[in-house]
């Protein structure tokens, strides 16, 4: 019940062609890809700034 089968999949895909056009697809999908890369860059740049630099006090907030 928790699982997609393959006639799932294929059902996704004939619907998101028919939406966005064959044409349209790889310019949907270099988006998608864009917003990916944007998310992980975003999510490095969090962990960097919570992580206490060596040498500094951790503060209390």
Do not use: C, R, Y
Request: aromatic share 6%.
């Amino acid at each position: 019940m928790g699982s997609f089968s393959v006639m799932h999949w294929v059902v996704v895909l004939l619907i998101v062609l028919l939406l966005f056009g064959a044409g349209k697809l790889p310019n949907v999908m270099g988006d998608l890809a864009k917003g990916v890369k944007a998310f992980k860059a975003g999510m490095k740049d969090e962990e960097n700034a919570e992580a206490p630099k060596p040498g500094e006090p951790k503060s209390l907030t």
